[in-house]
């Protein structure tokens, strides 16, 4: 009786359910009760079948791997990534038992956050950068939007079109556009998409070069050097 | 579809700005195969989707006090998860920072990643899991999946269902026991 009292609010509180003045019991149970943290976790994967889109969820051989660099999330959870997949492909590989939780978890869980390795992912962020590659690559406008006329023919790159915004030497044509802001860069970074290169080159006045198009390193350099002068 | 009601949650997010690890730990295991799946429909790598759910987690945990409620906690979550996405679809290809590169430079590779096979194997075991839930008793179903798929809240269950807001919450969690049971057994007798 009083198990399922307490499971019936794991299942309120799972829900944003449940008064805030319940709250404390459970969580305090939660602490200290393994088939409580179990059960939430098994809720989680369940709304997650029933909710998430088909494809969404791949297969995933189960492993007897519980990871020991996942030092930030507790047994439960690593568990739980596994299992909500393999729920989905093949029942039999569905072993409740490795969903024990990690005595050690909440202890970890205090540590893990404050160590220099946490600080230090949370601090990572390339997202502005992420987001002005993928402007490059999907908004042709982009790459034209601030060209200023910037004369490459001393490395012999010609303009085109009418807004001269692509520059052309033989087989190599590109595009460039300039940033004020250095977008957290340091040191050039490329990627290639399809049969075009994306150089950012940050500049010694703190802007950065975006050059988009056919173009091969070398002359990515030569580019920069004659804008950083 | 599940809609996502911005007030979910908000006594436990409230505890977990104020430091309690508790709270952070609950939301973060309600939350977990949510972001997972995301990540892995945008990775489709394991490892990479664990080594991100790991970061979103993390910065969820040094970013919580900003989070104001405009949204919802998991839309808010979600954000973070994408947007670590994005930036390591971007830089794990492309490690080389050096202006010396090879030729043969890596591909990068912005399209879609459906896998028709996987999605079928997918597909085959939900089909169980939904088909027993519409097996279950009228009453349990109605509640659970109102809740579930549609992601009402008990008093908008109650007042649909004309039921007392402590029957619904009954209800409900007597249809996740159900689930879960079956999921269990199907386990069992499939060894």
């Known amino acids: 009786m009083k198990n399922n009292d307490i499971n019936e609010k794991l299942s309120a509180l799972y829900d944003g359910e449940l008064d805030e003045a319940e709250i404390n019991s459970v969580l305090d149970a939660l602490s200290s009760d393994e088939s409580l943290q179990k059960k939430l976790s098994h809720y989680a994967l369940m709304s997650s079948a029933l909710n998430i889109n088909e494809g969404n969820v791949q297969p995933i051989k189960p492993k007897n791997r519980f990871n020991s660099n996942f030092w930030f999330s507790n047994g439960i959870t690593a568990a739980a990534s596994v299992l909500l997949t393999i729920v989905f492909i093949n029942f039999d590989t569905i072993n409740f038992s490795r969903l024990g939780p990690d005595n050690e978890a909440a202890n970890r869980l205090n540590l893990a956050i404050n160590s220099k390795e946490a600080k230090d992912i949370a601090s990572l962020s390339e997202e502005n950068l992420v987001d002005h590659v993928l402007k490059v690559i999907n908004n042709p406008e982009f790459m034209s939007s601030n060209n200023s006329d910037i004369d490459l023919r001393n490395v012999g790159f010609n303009t085109k079109g009418q807004s001269n915004s692509q520059y052309i030497k033989g087989k190599e044509s590109f595009r460039l556009r300039l940033e004020k802001k250095n977008l957290g860069i340091n040191k050039v970074r490329y990627w290639k998409h399809g049969n075009k290169m994306i150089y950012l080159v940050p500049l010694a006045d703190g802007r950065v070069l975006t050059l988009y198009g056919n173009l091969n390193s070398k002359s990515a350099i030569e580019i920069a050097e004659v804008i950083d002068k | ?191």
Do not use: C
Not at chain 2, 60 to 80: E, H, L
């Open chain 2, 1 to 191: 579809m599940k809609k996502n009601n911005p007030e979910e949650d908000s006594l436990l997010i409230h505890r977990a700005q104020k430091g309690d690890t508790g709270a952070f730990n609950f939301l973060m295991t309600k939350y977990y195969p949510r972001v997972y799946a995301s990540l892995f429909a945008f990775t489709k790598s394991k490892e990479d989707s664990e080594d991100l759910a790991q970061q979103t987690f993390i910065k969820v945990w040094k970013k919580i006090n900003s989070f104001r409620g405009d949204s919802a906690f998991f839309t808010w979550v979600y954000r973070i998860a994408i947007n670590l996405a994005k930036n390591h679809v971007v830089s794990s290809n492309y490690k080389k920072d050096k202006i010396n590169i090879s030729s043969d430079a890596i591909e990068m590779d912005f399209a879609s990643h459906a896998n028709p096979e996987t999605d079928l194997m997918h597909s085959q075991s939900l089909f169980k899991v939904r088909s027993f839930i519409n097996s279950l008793p009228e009453t349990l179903r109605t509640a659970f999946t109102l809740r579930e798929s549609d992601g009402l809240s008990y008093e908008e269950i109650a007042l649909i269902t004309d039921t007392p807001i402590g029957t619904v919450r009954s209800r409900i969690f007597r249809a996740r026991e159900g689930v879960l049971e079956f999921i269990s057994q199907e386990s069992t007798n499939e060894k």
